[in-house]
C-alpha cells in the first residue's frame, strides 16, 4: 500500500495514495458564504467545480503556512452510506506534500480509532522511526454537510477505477 | 380669716358653722324626746308582757280548776253508786255466784244477767265507758265489755301493774273513793282512768266498784285555746320513769295523746317538766318543738298530771315588738325633720357668708369683676355691701395703675432698644477696626516677604544671564557635533541600499532554483500516484519516480522553504534604508534648530541682564510700602482699642435698661393678674 504523506501542526500525517487523484499547486478557490470554516470555497479542477478544504483547519490546527509545499491533494472516494456508483470529488489543503511512502498491510500500527468528535482519524501506523496518522477522508466531512456540497448530479461522478 | 389655705377654708367654715348650728339643733330637739320615748316604751312592754303572764296563768289556773272540779265530781258520783242497796245486792250475788261449789262459771253468768241492765243503765247515765265489780280478793264479777272478762284477776296477769290494780289496792286498803291515772287496756281504743269505788255490806268490805272513765271530757277541756291566740295550746302530760309522756292531742301535733315523751332534763319543754315534778310556774323557754314560747305551768293532783299553758313567743309579743318599731319609724322621722329644718336654717346663715368668701376669693385671685347681690338687708347684707364697695373701689386703682405700667414698659422697651441698636453699631465699628488692623498686618508681613523674594529673584536672574551665557557657548559646540552625524547618516543609508540590491539578486537565483525543485517533486509525487493506480503494471514505474523524487528533495527541497526568508531579509534592508534616510534628515534639522536656539539664548541673555536693574527698582518701592503699611497698623490699633472701650460703656448702659424693663415687667405682671 502507498501512502501521501504530508504533515499537519509539524505532526506527519498519511492518505491511501490509491484514493489520490493528483496533487497540485495551491489554487485560489471561490469562497462560499454560511460554511464551516474549513470550508475554503469551490475550485475549478478540470472544468468541473469541486469544493476545497483545508484539512489543517478541520483537524482544529488553525491556518496552515504559505510554503511552497503547501498543496492541494485532489481525492475522489464513495462517501459511506451512498449509492454504490456515487463518489464524490475534493481537493485537500495540506502543508510539506512532498512524499509517497510504501507501507506493508502488517506495518499498520493500531486499528482505527473510533472517536465520536473526530470520526476520520485511522489507524496510527510506524514508518521510519515516525509515527504517522492515517486520515480516513470519506469520513472527513459531516453527512449533512457533503450532502449539502453535492447535492445533484453534477458532482458525484461514476466511478472508474480503484475500486476493490 | 387668713387667706391660706385657700382650697378647703370654704369647706371647713362651712361645715363649722352648719355642722354645729345642725348639733346643737339635734341635742337640744333630740335629747328629751329620746329619752321620754325610751321610758314610755319600757313602761308599755313591760305591762304588755305582765297583760300576757296573766293571761297565761289565770288560763292555766283556770284548766286546772276546771278538770280538779271534774275529778271530784267523778269521784264523788262513783262514792254514791257504790253506796247505792242494787250494787251492794249484785255484789253479794255474783259473789256467791262465783263461790259456788258447782259449775260457778254458769251460775255467774245467770246472776250477771239479772243485774245488767241496772249496771248498764247506770254507767251510761253518768257517762262511763266501763263498769267492774270487783271482789276482795280481786277476781272480777261483772264487766260491760269483754275487754276485761269477768274471772279475771286483777292482781295477776297483764292488770298487775295497771292503774286498775293500784285503784283497787287504794279502794280496799284507805277504804275511800280515788281516781286513777289513764292507761291502755286492751289492744285497741282509748285509754282509760278507773274510779275505784269500795262497796261496804252492812258495815263491812265486800267488793270495789270500778268505772272506766274516758279521755274525751278532759281532752275537751285542754282543748279549749280561746284566749290563746293564733298558735296557743294546752299540754298535759304525766311522769312515767324519766320521761313525761304527753296525755293530751297537741295542736301541732294532733296524735301526740300517749304517744308523745319528752325525756326529763333536756332543754326542751322543760315547762311541762316542772309541771309533771309537781312545781309551778312561768317562764319564756323552748317547747318540743324547739319553737320559744311563753308558757305557765302548773301541777293537777287529781290526775297526777302536769299542766303547761304555752303561746309562741312571737305571737305574744306581736304587740311589745309592733310598739318598739313605731317607736324607731317616729324616731327616725323626728331626727331627719330636725335636720332638715337644721340644715335650712343653717344654711340661710350661712350663704351669704359663703358669698362673700367667694368674691373676697375671686378678688384674691385677680378677678375684680365680682358682683355681688344684697338680697337682705341683714348684718350679712351689711358685709356684702361692704365687699361690693371695696371691690369697685380695688378696680378703679388698679385700672389706672395697669394704664400707667403699660406705658412706662413701652418706654423701656424703646430705651432698650435704642441702646441694644447702639451696642451693635459699636460693635460692628470695633469688628471692622480690627479686621482693618488684622489686613494691614498681612498687607506689612506680605510687602516685607515681597522684597525678600524680590532679592531673590534678582540674584537668580544674575545667575540666569550667566548660565545663558556659557549655554550659548556650548551649543557652538554641539551644531558642529551634528552636522558630522548628518554626514555619517548619509553614507551609512547609501551602505545600506546596496546590500539591499545584492539581497534581491540572491533572491531570484534561489527562486529559480526553487520553482524548478517543486515542479519536479510534484512531477514524481503524480508520477508515483499513477503508478500505484497502474498497480502491478505500474511498479517499474513507481521506482523511477521515486528517483526522481530523490533527486530533486537531493538538489532543492531544503531550499522549498528559503524563498521567503530571502524575501523577508530584502524588505527588512529597505526598510532600514528608510529609516536612515528620515534619521539623516531628522539630524538635519535639529542642526538647524540648534542654531535658532543659540540666537534665542543670546536675546534672553541681554534680557536678563535689563530685568536685573528693573529688579532692584522694585525692591526699594516695596520696602517703602512695608514701612507705610506699619504705621497705617499701629494707628489702627489705637482706633480699634477707642471702639472696644466705648463698647463696654455701652454693655453696662444696656444691662441697666434690661434691669429698668425688667422691673417695669414685674410691675405690670403683677398688676395684670388682677381682671377688671
Request: aromatic fraction near 4%; include cysteine; charged fraction near 20%.
Amino acid at each position: 500500500m502507498q501512502l501521501l504523506t504530508f504533515s499537519i501542526a509539524g505532526e506527519p500525517c498519511a492518505i491511501e495514495a490509491r484514493l489520490v487523484t493528483e496533487v497540485l499547486p495551491l489554487v485560489p478557490a471561490r469562497p462560499l458564504p454560511q460554511v464551516p470554516d474549513y470550508v475554503l470555497g469551490m475550485f475549478t479542477y478540470r472544468g468541473d467545480l469541486v469544493p476545497l478544504v483545508d484539512l489543517s483547519r478541520r483537524m482544529a490546527a488553525g491556518p496552515p503556512r504559505q510554503r511552497l509545499s503547501t498543496r492541494v491533494i485532489v481525492v475522489e472516494f464513495r462517501p459511506p452510506e451512498r449509492l454504490a456508483d456515487a463518489a464524490v470529488r475534493l481537493g485537500l489543503v495540506a502543508e510539506n506534500v512532498i512524499g509517497i511512502r510504501g507501507a506493508d498491510k502488517a506495518a499498520v500500527g493500531s486499528p482505527p480509532l473510533q472517536l465520536a468528535s473526530a470520526p476520520y482519524l485511522g489507524p496510527l501506523l510506524r514508518l521510519g522511526g515516525e509515527t504517522v496518522q492515517v486520515i480516513d477522508i470519506r469520513r472527513l466531512l459531516p453527512d449533512d454537510l457533503l450532502a449539502g456540497l453535492f447535492p445533484s448530479v453534477p458532482s458525484v461522478v461514476r466511478p472508474t477505477e480503484g475500486r476493490s | 380669716m387668713t387667706p391660706d389655705p385657700k382650697a378647703d377654708h370654704g369647706t371647713s367654715m362651712r361645715r363649722s358653722i352648719a355642722g354645729r348650728l345642725l348639733f346643737w339643733f339635734l341635742v337640744i330637739a333630740l335629747i328629751p324626746c329620746a329619752l321620754l320615748t325610751a321610758i314610755t316604751a319600757r313602761i308599755a312592754s313591760s305591762a304588755l308582757e305582765k297583760s300576757v303572764r296573766d293571761t297565761l296563768v289565770q288560763t292555766a289556773a283556770g284548766k286546772a280548776g276546771e278538770l280538779e272540779a271534774y275529778a271530784g265530781e267523778r269521784v264523788r258520783d262513783g262514792a254514791a253508786l257504790a253506796r247505792g242497796p242494787t250494787l251492794v245486792r249484785a255484789v253479794r250475788d255474783l259473789s256467791r255466784a262465783a263461790e259456788a261449789e258447782d259449775d260457778p262459771r254458769a251460775r255467774l253468768n245467770a246472776a250477771a244477767a239479772a243485774v245488767t241492765p241496772y249496771l248498764t243503765y247506770a254507767a251510761s247515765s253518768f257517762g262511763y265507758e266501763q263498769l267492774l265489780l270487783i271482789d276482795t280478793s280481786g277476781r272480777i264479777l261483772f264487766s260491760l265489755d269483754d275487754a276485761i272478762p269477768p274471772g279475771t284477776m286483777v292482781g295477776s296477769g297483764g292488770l298487775a301493774t295497771s292503774e286498775l290494780a293500784v285503784g283497787f289496792d287504794r279502794a280496799k286498803t284507805l277504804l275511800q273513793s280515788d281516781l286513777g291515772g289513764f292507761q291502755h287496756y286492751g289492744p285497741a281504743g282509748q285509754p282509760m282512768a278507773f274510779v275505784t269505788c269500795p262497796v261496804f255490806d252492812e258495815g263491812r268490805l265486800t267488793g270495789v266498784l270500778a268505772l272506766g272513765l274516758g279521755p274525751e271530757r278532759v281532752w275537751k277541756v285542754l282543748s279549749d285555746f280561746s284566749g290563746l291566740g293564733e298558735t296557743g295550746e294546752v299540754v298535759a302530760g304525766q311522769l312515767v320513769g324519766d320521761s313525761v309522756l304527753v296525755t293530751t292531742p297537741l295542736r301541732h301535733v294532733s296524735d301526740a295523746a300517749f304517744r308523745l315523751r319528752i325525756p326529763l332534763g333536756t332543754d326542751q319543754a322543760s315547762g311541762i317538766q316542772q309541771a309533771a315534778s309537781g312545781t309551778r310556774g312561768y317562764g319564756t323557754l323552748r317547747d318540743y318543738r324547739g319553737q320559744e314560747v311563753v308558757a305557765a305551768w302548773s301541777y293537777l293532783p287529781s290526775f297526777r298530771w302536769g299542766l303547761a299553758v304555752k303561746q309562741d313567743a312571737a305571737e305574744a309579743y306581736r304587740l311589745v315588738r309592733f310598739q318598739r318599731s313605731a317607736i324607731i319609724g317616729l324616731s327616725l322621722a323626728t331626727i331627719v325633720g330636725v335636720t332638715l329644718a337644721a340644715l335650712v336654717v343653717a344654711r340661710t346663715i350661712s350663704g351669704p357668708i359663703r358669698t362673700a368668701m367667694a368674691v373676697a376669693r375671686q378678688v384674691a385671685g385677680g378677678d375684680l369683676r365680682a358682683a355681688v347681690d344684697v338680697t337682705n338687708d341683714d348684718e350679712t347684707g351689711a358685709l356684702l355691701a361692704a365687699i361690693q364697695t371695696m371691690t369697685s373701689d380695688l378696680r378703679g386703682l388698679i385700672g389706672r395703675i395697669q394704664h400707667s405700667s403699660v406705658a412706662l414698659m413701652g418706654t423701656a422697651t424703646a430705651i432698650q432698644a435704642t441702646a441694644s441698636e447702639q451696642h451693635q453699631v459699636m460693635a460692628d465699628y470695633g469688628a471692622s477696626t480690627s479686621q482693618a488692623v488684622a489686613a494691614v498686618k498681612q498687607i506689612s508681613v506680605t510687602s516685607q516677604e515681597l522684597v525678600r523674594t524680590m532679592t531673590e529673584v534678582n540674584d537668580m536672574a544674575g545667575r540666569t544671564g550667566t548660565m545663558a551665557t556659557e549655554g550659548r557657548a556650548d551649543l557652538e559646540g554641539m551644531d558642529g557635533t551634528m552636522r558630522g552625524l548628518a554626514e555619517s547618516t548619509s553614507s551609512f543609508g547609501a551602505k545600506l541600499a546596496t546590500i539591499s540590491e545584492r539581497a534581491a539578486n540572491i533572491n531570484l537565483a534561489v527562486t529559480t532554483i526553487t520553482k524548478v525543485a517543486d515542479q519536479t517533486n510534484l512531477l514524481s509525487i503524480n508520477a508515483a500516484i499513477e503508478a500505484e493506480k497502474a498497480g502491478e503494471y505500474g511498479l517499474g514505474f513507481l521506482v523511477v519516480a521515486r528517483e526522481i523524487r530523490r533527486l530533486a528533495d537531493q538538489t532543492a527541497v531544503a531550499s522549498l522553504d528559503i524563498e521567503r526568508m530571502v524575501k523577508e531579509m530584502q524588505y527588512a534592508v529597505s526598510a532600514g534604508v528608510m529609516e536612515m534616510d528620515k534619521f539623516s534628515e531628522q539630524v538635519r534639522a535639529g542642526v538647524h534648530e540648534i542654531g535658532a536656539v543659540a540666537g534665542k539664548l543670546g536675546g534672553i541673555i541681554e534680557a536678563v541682564h535689563g530685568i536685573s536693574g528693573r529688579f532692584g527698582q522694585v525692591t526699594e518701592g516695596m520696602r517703602a510700602q512695608s514701612q507705610g503699611a506699619d504705621q497705617i497698623r499701629e494707628a489702627m490699633v489705637r482706633l480699634a482699642d477707642g471702639a472696644s472701650r466705648t463698647a463696654g460703656a455701652l454693655d453696662d448702659f444696656n444691662s441697666a435698661t434690661v434691669h429698668l424693663r425688667e422691673a417695669v415687667g414685674d410691675l405690670k405682671e403683677e398688676v395684670s393678674r388682677f381682671t377688671i
